[in-house]
C-alpha cells in the first residue's frame, strides 16, 4: 500500500517531490537536531489523488489517525482534549515555494469546550481567545470560504468601539466577544455551526490545503512562475507553538544574508506578542532582529547560533520562520531563500570566496533570467527631491501612471499604460496587478512581505513600506501633496526613493562593464567571474544576430563569436526601396538587371562594413527571405490615391504590381529560397556583393569569413539551383575566399529530409520561429494576442512556444534534423538563429541537443553565454527550472 504520511524523523530535503519544499526542509531541520515542534507531512501524492478523484484516498484518513496518534502520545496531550488541547496547524507546502498562494490554519483543535482547557493550562485567558478568534477567521476564510473582509470589519468595530488602535490591546473579554461575533458570521455565511470535534476541524482543513493547489491565485502564479500544474501540495500538521502568550513571545522571519543586496548579516523582522503571518502582513510595525537581541538575548544567541547552523548546512542563503513561545525558540520553516538577482551573483561570489562552493556550483546558481534583469536601465543620478522613501525591496527603475486598484492597473496595462500599482499592502487578489504593473508601491510591510516577495520573484521593480505615504481609494498623500490616479511616478527598487513625474533612466553597469567601461562594484566583479567561469566551461558557441556594423560591434564587445544570422532584408528599406519597386515593376530580364546592378554596389557597402566589424569571425548572411511586395506601399494607400485622382502613373503602376502579388498567406508564399528560383538574378546579385565585400576586406589586410545561407528550404533541389549559381559567382569573383553555403531549416520537410539536404548543405542554421509557426501551422502575428491567453489558460501549453523552444514538439523536429545532418555529413556545422537561441531554456536544449552554437540578438549574447556554461555543467539534466 502506498505510504501517504511522513513523520517529520523519517523525511529530509530531497524529497521535496513528495513532501512539498516545507515538509522536506522542517524534516532535515528535525534530523539537524534543531527546535522543530514535531508533525508530519501528508505526500503531493496524496492531494494529487484527491484532486483527480474528489475524495481522499483510501486508508488516507487511518494513515493520519495513525501519525496524529503518536503525535499525541509525543506530546502527552489529546487533540483538542477539553482540559488540556494539543492544537496543530495545518499548512500547505508544494515543491516549489508559492508564497501566500495557498493556505495555512493555526490553532486547529479548539473548540468551545477546549478554549477554556488551553486558558487554564497557559494561564491566558486572553491567549486562549485570541487563538479561537484567529482559528475562526482562518478556518472560515480557508475552509468554508468565508469573506476574509467579514472578520476583519468585525475585529475592527471591536477596536472602535474600545477605541484603540491594535489588536493587542483587546483584552481577553473584548475577544471572547469577537469569537461570538465570528461565529456569527460563520453561521451566516455556511449556513452552520462552526465545527466543535478537533478531527472533524483537521480533515477539512487538510481537504481544503489540497484543494487551495487549485485557487484562482495559485493558478495564476504558477503560470507566470512556470511552476508545472500537475504538482499538487502536501500537507504539514505541526504541533502549535505559541508566540502570541505575551510580550515574552512573539514570531519572526529572518535570512541569513541581505535578500535585496546579497550583504553578509542577519536581516529580519520580529513582532512581540503575534503568531503567524502577523510579522508579514503589516497589522502593527515590526522591529528589527538587533532589536530583539535587547528583547530577548538568549532566544536571539540561539537564532544566530542556528542561521549560522543552517548555511553551513545549505551553503547559501536561507530564509527562516520563527518563534518564541516564553522565551523558546521554535523553528518553524527553512528553505534556500529567494533573493534579487544582483544578490543572487554577490553571493554565489561570496561563496566561492569564503570557500564554501566552487565556481561551478556558484554558476548553477544564477541564471540568465537574472542576468537579464541586471540589464535593465536604472534612474539616472538627479537631484529630484523624493517624494518618498520606501524599502527597496526588488531593484530596476519604473515609471508609470500611479493606479490604486489591481483590477483597473491589469486594465490600464492592456490598453498599453506604464502603470505603477499603488497599495497600501498587497495580497494574493492584487495579482493579476501587480504582473501587469512595470512597478509596484506599498505603503506598508518590509522585504518579506507579500509585495516584496512576489515582485522579486518576477523581476517586477518594487519599493514597500513607503510609510509616509496615506493609500487612499483613487489617490495617495504625503507631506500634503496629493497623487492622483494617473499622475506619473518614478520608483527606484535599488533605492527605495519614489519620485513624482518621470526621472530619465540610463543604462545599468552591468551594460556599462559589458560595453567595456571602467565600472567598479561588487556586483560588476560577480558577473565578471561568473561569466569568464561559464565561457570556460561551455561547449556551445555564441553568436549574435546583427544586420549593422554597430550591432555588430556591440554584440562582439557582449561576446558574441561571430553573427549568426544577418538579415539582407533590412537592406532594401529606406531610399532603396525605390530600387526594390523597379525591380518588381521591371517586365523582361533586361529590366530587372539594371535595377539588381544598381542595388549591387550598395549591397556590397552593407557587407564591408560588417565584415569588418566581425573581422577573423564567421559571419552567417542570409539571402532575401521576405515577400518582395513588404516592399511595396500598401494597397490602402495607393488605392485611396488612385479612387480620388491623385495617384501618378508610378503609383498606379505600383498599384497594378501590388494586386498582382498580393498573396492570401504571404508566410506561406513567395519568399525565401523561392525568390531567388523565380527573381533571375536576385540571389547572384546578394552574392555577388558578398564575395566582392569579401575581395575588398581582405585585400585591405582583413580576415573576412562570410557564409551564404540560403532561407526557407523544404526540398534539397532547391537549395542545389542556388548553390549552384553562388558557387559560380564565388569563383568569378573571389575565388580565394572560403565562402561555405548552408541552409536555414524552418520548413518542417527541410528537418524531415535533412539527411539528403546535408549531402549538399555545409552547415545548418535552424529558424526555429518560422519552424513552430509552420510546424503548429499558426503564424505568430495572428495567434500571440488573439488565442495564446487562452492557450495558456487551458494549459495547452505552460509557455509560449515563440518565447521556450516546444521541445517535445518541434524539438523533435530539430532532432531529427541534427541527427540524419550529421549521419550525412559528420562536420556539419549546425546552429540556431532567431529569438529561442538568447532563451534560458531553449539553449539548454539546443546544448543537449548537441548543436554547435546559438545566436541571439546583442543584448542576449551575454544570457546565452551564462546559460551555455550552465547546460554544459548541468550536463543534459532537465530539471532547469
Ligand atoms: P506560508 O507557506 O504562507 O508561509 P505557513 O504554513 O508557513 O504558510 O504558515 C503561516 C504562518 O503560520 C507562518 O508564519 C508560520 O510560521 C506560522 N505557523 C505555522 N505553523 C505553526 C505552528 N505549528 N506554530 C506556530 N506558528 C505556526
Ligand atoms: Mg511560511
Ligand atoms: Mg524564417
Redesign the pocket.
Known amino acids: 500500500m502506498t505510504k501517504f504520511v511522513y513523520a517529520f524523523a523519517e523525511g529530509n530535503r530531497d524529497l521535496k517531490d513528495l513532501l512539498g519544499g516545507?515538509g522536506a526542509n522542517l524534516a532535515e531541520m528535525t534530523r539537524l537536531g534543531l527546535p522543530v515542534?514535531p508533525?508530519f507531512t501528508i505526500t503531493t501524492e496524496a492531494c494529487r489523488a484527491y484532486l483527480a478523484d474528489g475524495e481522499v484516498p483510501a486508508g488516507l484518513d487511518e494513515e493520519v489517525g495513525d501519525h496524529l496518534r503518536r503525535l499525541e502520545e509525543r506530546m502527552g496531550r489529546r487533540l483538542g482534549d477539553p482540559a488540556d488541547p494539543l492544537l496543530?496547524?495545518v499548512?500547505?507546502?508544494a515543491k516549489f515555494?508559492?508564497?501566500?498562494?495557498?493556505e495555512?490554519v493555526?490553532n486547529v483543535g479548539l473548540t468551545d469546550a477546549s478554549v477554556a482547557g488551553l486558558a487554564a493550562q497557559s494561564g491566558s485567558d486572553r491567549f486562549a481567545w485570541d487563538s479561537y478568534r484567529r482559528l475562526i477567521q482562518m478556518f472560515g476564510k480557508t475552509v468554508c470560504d468565508v469573506p476574509g473582509d467579514a472578520f476583519e470589519a468585525a475585529i475592527d468595530d471591536a477596536k472602535k468601539a474600545k477605541g484603540v488602535r491594535d489588536d493587542v490591546d483587546l483584552d481577553s473579554r473584548d475577544l471572547e466577544q469577537l469569537v461570538d461575533a465570528y461565529k456569527k458570521i460563520f453561521r451566516e455565511h455556511t449556513g452552520r455551526d462552526f465545527p466543535q470535534q478537533p478531527r472533524e476541524q483537521m480533515e477539512l482543513a487538510v481537504r481544503a490545503v489540497f484543494a487551495s493547489w487549485n485557487a484562482e491565485r495559485a493558478v495564476l502564479y504558477r503560470r507566470q512562475e512556470r511552476i508545472p500544474a500537475d504538482l499538487g501540495t502536501a500537507v504539514?500538521i505541526?504541533?502549535?507553538?505559541?508566540?502570541n502568550l505575551g510580550p515574552d513571545s512573539g514570531?519572526g522571519?529572518a535570512f541569513t544574508r541581505d535578500p535585496a543586496t546579497g550583504e553578509r548579516g542577519v536581516y529580519g523582522d520580529y513582532l512581540q506578542n503575534a503568531?503567524?503571518?502577523?510579522?508579514?502582513a503589516g497589522i502593527r510595525n515590526t522591529v528589527t532582529l538587533q532589536e530583539l537581541e535587547k528583547l530577548d538575548a538568549a532566544s536571539f544567541a540561539e537564532l544566530m547560533r542556528i542561521m549560522t547552523v543552517l548555511e553551513g548546512h545549505y551553503k547559501d542563503l536561507c530564509d527562516i520562520?520563527?518563534?518564541i513561545e516564553r522565551g523558546r525558540l521554535?523553528m518553524?520553516?527553512t528553505r534556500v531563500g529567494k533573493r534579487t538577482a544582483a544578490a543572487a551573483f554577490i553571493i554565489a561570489h561570496q561563496l566561492v570566496d569564503e570557500g564554501v562552493i566552487d565556481l561551478d556550483e556558484a554558476l548553477l546558481r544564477v541564471d540568465g533570467v537574472q542576468l537579464s534583469h541586471l540589464m535593465f536601465p536604472a534612474f539616472a543620478m538627479t537631484d529630484a527631491k523624493p517624494l518618498a522613501k520606501g524599502v527597496a525591496a526588488a531593484p530596476g527603475a519604473a515609471v508609470g501612471k500611479a493606479v490604486f486598484d489591481a483590477r483597473r492597473a491589469a486594465e490600464w496595462a492592456d490598453k498599453g499604460e506604464k502603470v505603477i500599482l499603488v497599495r497600501r499592502e498587497t495580497n494574493p487578489d492584487d495579482l493579476p496587478g501587480m504582473i501587469a504593473a512595470t512597478g509596484i508601491l506599498t505603503s506598508r510591510g518590509g522585504k518579506t512581505s507579500h509585495a516584496a516577495v512576489v515582485a522579486r520573484g518576477m523581476g517586477r521593480t518594487c519599493v514597500c513600506g513607503a510609510e509616509d505615504i496615506e493609500v487612499g481609494v483613487d489617490r495617495f498623500t504625503v507631506d500634503g501633496t496629493v497623487v492622483h490616479e494617473g499622475d506619473l511616478l518614478s520608483i527606484d527598487g535599488t533605492t527605495g526613493k519614489v519620485y513624482l513625474g518621470e526621472i530619465p533612466v540610463e543604462p545599468s553597469p552591468v551594460v556599462q562593464y559589458f560595453e567595456g567601461k571602467p565600472v567598479a562594484g561588487a556586483l560588476v566583479t560577480a558577473v565578471d567571474r561568473l561569466l569568464r567561469h561559464a565561457d570556460q566551461v561551455r561547449r556551445l558557441g555564441v553568436r549574435t544576430n546583427a544586420d549593422t556594423a554597430d550591432d555588430a560591434a556591440r554584440a562582439r564587445r557582449f561576446g558574441a563569436a561571430g553573427i549568426g544570422l544577418c538579415r539582407t532584408e533590412h537592406m532594401f528599406l529606406g531610399t532603396r526601396r525605390a530600387l526594390v519597386e523597379e525591380l518588381i515593376l521591371a517586365t523582361g530580364q533586361d529590366g530587372q538587371a539594371v535595377a539588381l546592378e544598381k542595388l549591387l554596389p550598395l549591397q556590397r557597402k552593407d557587407f564591408v562594413e560588417i565584415l569588418t566589424a566581425m573581422d577573423g569571425l564567421p559571419v552567417t548572411i542570409r539571402l532575401i527571405d521576405p515577400p518582395l511586395h513588404e516592399f511595396l506601399p500598401s494597397l490602402e494607400e495607393l488605392s485611396v490615391k488612385a479612387a480620388t485622382g491623385e495617384a501618378s502613373a508610378r503609383e498606379r503602376e505600383l498599384l497594378a504590381a501590388v494586386r498582382r502579388t498580393h498573396e492570401q498567406n504571404p508566410m506561406l508564399g513567395l519568399r525565401g529560397v523561392r525568390l531567388g528560383l523565380v527573381i533571375p538574378g536576385l540571389f547572384e546579385m546578394q552574392v555577388r556583393a558578398i564575395a566582392q565585400a569579401a575581395a575588398d576586406v581582405r585585400a585591405a589586410g582583413g580576415d573576412p569569413r562570410p557564409e551564404i545561407m540560403v532561407p526557407l528550404v523544404g526540398a534539397v533541389q532547391e537549395f542545389e539551383v542556388v548553390r549552384a549559381q553562388a558557387l559560380a559567382v564565388i569563383a568569378d569573383v573571389a575565388p580565394d575566399v572560403t565562402i561555405p553555403i548552408g541552409t536555414m531549416i524552418e520548413v518542417p520537410r527541410a528537418a524531415l529530409t535533412a539527411g539528403d539536404i546535408a549531402a549538399s548543405a555545409e552547415f545548418f542554421s535552424f529558424g526555429t520561429n518560422d519552424l513552430t509557426q509552420m510546424g503548429w501551422g499558426f503564424s505568430r502575428d495572428d495567434v500571440e494576442a488573439a488565442f495564446f491567453p487562452r492557450y495558456l489558460d487551458l494549459g495547452i501549453f505552460g509557455v509560449s512556444p515563440f518565447e521556450t523552444l516546444d521541445a517535445q514538439g518541434i524539438g523533435r523536429l530539430v532532432r531529427i534534423a541534427v541527427e540524419e545532418g550529421r549521419a550525412a555529413r559528420p562536420d556539419l556545422k549546425i546552429g540556431v538563429c532567431g529569438e529561442h537561441g538568447g532563451d534560458p531554456a531553449s539553449v539548454h536544449f539546443f546544448h543537449d541537443t548537441g548543436l554547435d552554437y546559438v545566436s541571439c540578438s546583442p543584448f542576449r549574447v551575454p544570457v546565452a553565454r551564462l546559460e551555455a556554461g550552465r547546460a554544459a555543467l548541468e550536463g543534459g539534466s532537465s530539471d532547469s527550472r
Open positions: 516545507k515542534p508533525g496543530v496547524s499548512r500547505s507546502g515555494s508559492m508564497p501566500g498562494m495557498m495555512t493555526l504539514n505541526v504541533a502549535m507553538v505559541f508566540g514570531t522571519v503568531q503567524g503571518e502577523d510579522v508579514v520562520e520563527f518563534t521554535w518553524l520553516q
